[in-house]
């Protein structure tokens, strides 16, 4: 069974060890990286079996987190409002 973080910004994800079926044993960063539209999946490298799978963040988790003094939510969210700031001045 894949593990399901739904929210990104959960904190220990990405450096948590998961054991697979298959007896591979690592943390995310040794696993293989498929990005989709809403989430990213991890794969044992051994086995391809998913081992996890996380959500992308939507924009209320980006602030949320910005809030809560996440350093990776704030400079995604500078990048956003620099982005947004960009479009409006290109409107008018
Ligand atoms: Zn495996």
Redesign the pocket.
Known sequence: MAEIIRNYFTPGWRADRIS?????EGDSSKMQMELHEEVTDYA??????T?LIVSHPDMDQVRQAAADGNVEAQQQLALVEEALALHRKADH
């Open positions: 697979c079926v298959c007896g591979w044992c490298p051994a086995c391809e079996n081992l």
